[in-house]
Each structure stands twice: as C-alpha cells, then as structure tokens.
C-alpha cells in the first residue's frame, strides 16, 4: 500500500486547508492533475468540517484563475486557486499577470514532485521524472506574472508560508502570490499545532499633508475634472468619489478602459465613457486621475497642456508598466477611501466658489449627452443588420435592478458601455486586461460571490474562442452557475482590421479589401454549445428580436440554466 499513514497530528493537506480557512479564504477555485490525492484525501476525510474553505472544480486553469478573479472583484476577498503543476501553471500564466496589473489577490498553488518516486511509501509515479517536471519548478515559470513565488522546500514550513502568502497577496498593492507545495509535503504527517498568528497587512497610513496640498488644488481649481478606470474595484471608494464630486461640483469621467462601474451611471455628474480628452484638456485647470492608468493617449498630450495633472491611486505610477510618461503635479500613492474620505472633510470646509453653478452646467450637459447616446441607440434598432448600440439599448431596458454585466467584447465594448446607464456601482466588470479568454470564468466567480444576482456576460466571438468554453460551460452546469452569455457575432477580429486600417489607411490590404486571419468562418452553431449543457441558446439576426431573445435567455437563467444569445451583426469581411 503505498501512501503515508498518519498516526497523529494531520497531514499536510489538512493543515494547508485550515490555515488557508484561518487566513479567511472561502473558497478555492480548482483545476488540478494527479499532484492534488492528497487535497482530495483530505477534503473527503473533513467534508464536514466548517474549518476548510468551500472547493469547486472548475474543468480548466484559465477558468479557474478567471473565476478567483471574479469573485474578488466582486467581493475584494482573498481566495485559492488549485492548478496542477508546471503545466496547469503556465496555462494560468495569462490570467495572473491580468491578476498582477488589475491588483487583484489570490494566493494561488500548484504541486511539483521533491523525489521523483526516489522515497518509498509516496506513490509517486514515473510522470513526474517523464512528464511534468521542470528545472526550478512551477514557481520559477511563473514568477514574472506575480507578486510573490517561492517554491516550499520544507514541509515544516506550510502553515507559515500559506499564511504569509495570504498576507503578500493581500497588503497594498494586492496581488496574486503563488506557491508550489510538493505532493510529498501535502501527504507527510503534520502535528497539530496552535495556529500562529497572523495578523493582516494594514494599509499604509494617509500623508495627511500630501492629502492637503490635493485639497488645495481642487478647491483652487475653477474647472477641475475628475477621471477613473478602477476605482469601482471598491463600493465605499465610489461613495466618497460621489460626496467630492457633488462638493466640488465637478463631473466624472470613466476613462478609456473602465473595468468597473466606477460612478453612478444615472448621476447628474457622469460624464461619460472614453471622453474627448483634448477637448477636456482646453476647458479644463485641473483634472484629478483617481485610479486611472490611461488618463490620456498619448502622453505627450498631458505635456503639451497648461492643465495641472494630480494623481491619486494604491499603485499611481503602475510599477509592472515598462512605460507611463505622463507628466503630474502631484502624485499621491494610498489607499483611496481613507483618502477621499480626508479629501471631503477638508473640501467640504472651503467649499469652492462657483461650484454650484458648475454642477448646474455639467448636470444640464450630461443630461443632453445621455440623451443624445438614447437616441442613438434607439436609431441604431432601425437598421438592420443587428448593432451593436442597439444590443446595448436594449440590455439597459430590460436588465434586472441589481445586474451585473462581464464584459470581453472589446470593440463593442464602448458602444455598449454607453448605453447601460442603469449600471450602479458594483454592477459592471471588465474580463480582458490585453489577452482575451476569461470572460466567462470571471462571470462564474461573479456568480459565486453573487448568486443572488443576474449576470450577464457580453462577448465578442473572437474572445469567445479563446475561452475554455467546454469546461466554463460544464462548470456553470454542474456547480449550478446560471449566466446570460450575450454573444456579438461579427464573424471575425474586427481589433485586426481595425489596427490595419489604421496604420496602412492606403496600403494594400485597404485597396484589395484582403485582411489576412481576419475571419471566423464558417459560421459555427453557437446556441448549440450552451444546449449541450444543458442550457438555452438561439441566434437572432433581426433588431425587432433582440429585446425579446434576451428576455427568454434570463427566463432561462432565472429556471437555473446557462443561456447563450448569438447575435448576428454585419460580417467583418463584409
């Protein structure tokens, strides 16, 4: 019989499942191989424990980094993802330098062989020597797409090392921490011991006089502005946003990619998805980059203005950029709650002159621009075929109050975003952070965190086929996930087309209208994917079915079903 026997104390998978419970993770979101019997050992033998976090097997690696990135976006939580050695790990290599740039936390571990079947009594079999090992191991390959790796090399230390890549992954700026935990590790004898304590990482403490010098320039300023992309990561952030938007009577604006529902999107003081940025700039004495990565394209915009630029964020200089470049006046590195909070006591003091009729004229030019995108919308539903403003018109009409939508759309991405403007806070999350393939994994760790709620994933069919669709489709069935995927079909890569028309307006693809890998041809039978699953699908090619389509797939999902609406838009090679 091969295996260890554990006399007293635990194994080493049971003490990994406790400490990570008593670092406060739920759940730990799975794809593992044969490296994880002693995991499986171990949560069979404490199956009724309270003490363990919640696992859920999620089929593929990419799913599974995808859906612990979900729900801490959702949440803020920290949670474990399970993967399966070197392998596994260099699938999820994608998903976790997203995890990395987007702050997101997740303490993440992979299994590796120490004797390669060298130790009597482990089981280890010939794979590890022929298959699935590599020099340095998994936590070599993957340490540029992390926070923190370290490979275990003492099982005495597990229960230290998982608790403190709790707390790496957790302290500011957040961010995945991986470990790699030998099989031997997971199935030697562990003595129980009184857990030590950890205690968490608090947040830097706010520079009280750098805080008053922003007050400053922001009751100063007689035009001020203010941009966001991820402040929406954090709901009590946004509150605050509001209270200092309305004290200044300055308009907010989600900048070029938002990947949260940074503000209300129905308030008087939204301005907008992707403004005209030079055209901000030359009305504009001030403009204040609150979690913003891409205030501006290209920087040397920012140079060529006489507008003051003040940067407030957790990272505001974006250490894993190669490049940033843009100029500011004052740059402000804390955590951003606190700091609003200290930014609306001392504004709230010397409330600017002028602010009110500021708010009066940005709330009567927001109105006529929400106005103006309804319209659009609306005019988009009378052309045929489908668009992609209509498809957002008619999402916005018939979402239910406490939706949230996961977007990896890409080019639609703007067209849509425009038209939801019932979105609250917490209610939209961007999936793509440059590669595409987590739409529907981030949508089900939304799920997880949220199963009360409606979500809905919006997807470009070229990022369709990126994601492990067979095994995010078999996780919603069988872990009983139900999502809305609403699926743009334009029948190829129209980013590619795009960048070609772009860089060559006169060049030869242009003139002969020949775009090389531009089309996803044949048509394939999408809706049948999500009937393999047990869920519902259709196509709709026609405007006047839009509205009533979406309205059966969240009948489906409302009866805990996966459903899929493809809607055909004009081809891209068309």
């Known amino acids: 019989m091969t295996g260890k026997k554990i006399v007293d104390g635990m194994s080493g998978a049971e003490a990994l499942l406790r400490t990570l419970r008593g670092m406060g993770v739920e759940k730990m979101f799975a794809s593992p191989g044969s490296d994880w019997a002693p995991l499986w050992e171990a949560l069979a033998k404490l199956s009724y424990s309270e003490d363990i976090p919640q696992y859920l097997s999620s089929r593929h690696e990419e799913t599974a980094i995808a859906m612990a990135s979900g729900y801490a976006k959702t949440t803020g939580k920290l949670s474990a993802v399970v993967l399966h050695t070197t392998v596994g790990a260099l699938h999820a290599t994608m998903g976790l330098r997203a995890a990395l740039h987007e702050r997101i936390p997740m303490v993440v571990l992979a299994g590796e062989s120490v004797s390669f079947g060298e130790r009597p009594g482990y089981g280890i079999g010939p794979q590890w020597l022929r298959l699935l090992s590599d020099v340095g191991g998994p936590a070599r390959l993957v340490a540029p797409c992390v926070k923190w790796s370290f490979g275990m090399n003492d099982g005495a230390l597990l229960p230290a090392t998982i608790a403190r890549a709790c707390q790496i992954a957790m302290a500011a700026p957040r961010g995945p921490a991986f470990v790699s935990v030998p099989t031997e590790f997971l199935m030697d004898e562990h003595p129980a011991e009184a857990p030590r304590a950890q205690a968490p990482v608090r947040d830097a403490a706010v520079d009280p006089a750098a805080l008053e010098e922003l007050a400053q320039m922001l009751c100063g300023a007689s035009s001020p502005i203010i941009l966001t992309e991820e402040i929406g990561k954090d709901i009590g952030a946004v509150e605050r946003l509001v209270e200092l938007a309305e004290t200044l009577g300055a308009p907010v604006f989600d900048a070029w990619q938002p990947g949260y529902a940074n503000f209300p999107r129905a308030h008087p003081l939204h301005g907008g998805v992707a403004p005209d940025m030079k055209a901000l700039l030359d009305e504009s004495d001030l403009i204040f980059c609150v979690e913003t990565v891409v205030p501006v394209h290209p920087p040397a915009m920012l140079s060529g203005s006489k507008t003051r630029v003040a940067v407030l964020g957790e990272d505001p200089l974006h250490v894993h950029l190669p490049y940033w470049g843009y100029r500011a006046d004052l740059v402000v590195a804390s955590a951003v709650e606190p700091a609003l909070a200290f930014l609306c006591e001392r504004v709230a003091r010397s409330i600017p002159p002028g602010s009110r009729a500021r708010a009066a004229r940005w709330t009567k030019r927001n109105g006529a ?205 068309g």
């Open 369 to 573: 621009l929400r106005e103006k995108l309804r319209a659009q919308g609306r005019a988009a539903g009378t052309r045929s075929p489908i668009e992609s403003a209509w498809i957002g018109h008619e999402l916005n009409a018939i979402l239910p109050e406490g939706a949230i939508v996961v977007d990896e759309t890409i080019t639609h991405r703007h067209e849509v975003l425009r038209q939801l403007d019932h979105l609250a806070p917490g209610g939209f999350i961007s999936a793509s952070y440059g590669g595409l393939g987590t739409g529907v994994g981030t949508a089900l760790g939304v799920k997880v965190a949220r199963p009360d709620r409606t979500v809905v994933v919006t997807i470009g069919d070229g990022a369709f086929h990126y994601n492990p669709v067979p095994a995010s489709f078999g996780a919603s069935q069988e872990l009983r996930l139900p999502l809305l995927v609403v699926l743009f079909n334009n029948a190829g890569y129209l980013s590619q087309k795009l960048d070609v028309e772009r860089e060559y307006p006169d060049g030869a693809a242009v003139r002969t209208k020949h775009f090389a890998g531009l089309s996803i041809l044949p048509r394939p039978d999408y809706p049948a994917l999500a009937r393999a699953y047990g869920g519902y699908g259709e196509a709709v090619e026609q405007p006047s079915e839009v509205r009533p389509a979406l309205l059966r797939g969240l009948e489906a999902v409302s009866k805990g079903n996966l459903a899929l609406i493809e809607m055909v838009l004009a081809p891209v090679g």
